[in-house]
C-alpha cells in the first residue's frame, strides 16, 4: 500500500501529511471531539481518530480519513449513510485513484457515478491513447480530440471570439 520512510512500514506513519490536518487546523473544528480526532491523526492514533470523529458526527472527517488511509469501500459506505454531500467527490476521488492505478473499468464507473462522465471518461481515454475505445463508446475521435482540446484552454480564446 504505502511504503514508509521512517522505517516503521506502517500506512498510518504517512496519514498526517496525508490527511492534511495538523494540530493548528484542529483548533478549528467546533467539536471537541473532532479536534482531539485530529490531533490523534497527527499521533498516527488513526482507529482512536475514527471512533472520535464517528462519535461526534463528523462523516466528513471520517469520510476523509478513510479516503487517505486508502479504504475506498469503507469511504464509499460513510458518505451513502452519513455523508451524501461528498458521494459524488468520494467517487471522484476513487475514479482518479483508479485511473492512477491503472484501472480504466474502475475509473470509467466512478467517473459515471460522480457524474463527471461525459468529461473525464474521454480525457482518460484520450490521453492514454484508447481513441479506439472512444469510438466503440459511443464517442467520435474528432469530437473529443476538440473537447479534449477546449478543456485544456486551446480552444478556449478561439470559442469565445478572442
Not at 35 to 49: F, H, I, Y
Request: overall charge negative.
Amino acid at each position: 500500500m504505502l511504503s514508509s520512510s521512517n522505517g516503521t512500514g506502517r500506512a498510518s506513519a504517512h496519514l498526517p501529511r496525508l490527511f492534511h490536518v495538523d494540530a493548528s487546523q484542529a483548533a478549528e473544528y467546533a467539536e471537541v471531539d473532532a479536534r482531539v480526532g485530529a490531533v490523534a491523526v497527527a499521533l498516527g492514533l488513526v482507529s482512536e481518530a475514527q471512533k472520535l470523529f464517528a462519535g461526534c458526527g463528523r462523516y466528513d472527517l471520517l469520510n476523509k480519513l478513510h479516503q487517505a488511509a486508502g479504504e475506498w469501500d469503507s469511504a464509499l459506505a460513510v458518505a451513502e449513510r452519513h455523508d451524501r454531500i461528498h458521494l459524488r467527490a468520494t467517487h471522484f476521488q476513487l475514479a482518479r485513484h483508479l485511473e492512477s492505478m491503472d484501472d480504466p473499468a474502475g475509473a470509467v464507473r466512478h467517473y459515471e457515478a460522480a457524474e463527471a462522465g461525459a468529461a473525464e471518461v474521454p480525457r482518460m481515454l484520450y490521453g492514454a491513447g484508447e481513441l479506439g475505445e472512444l469510438e466503440r463508446c459511443g464517442h467520435s475521435a474528432p469530437i473529443i480530440a476538440i473537447s479534449v482540446l477546449f478543456s485544456f484552454g486551446v480552444l478556449r480564446g478561439f470559442a469565445l471570439g478572442c
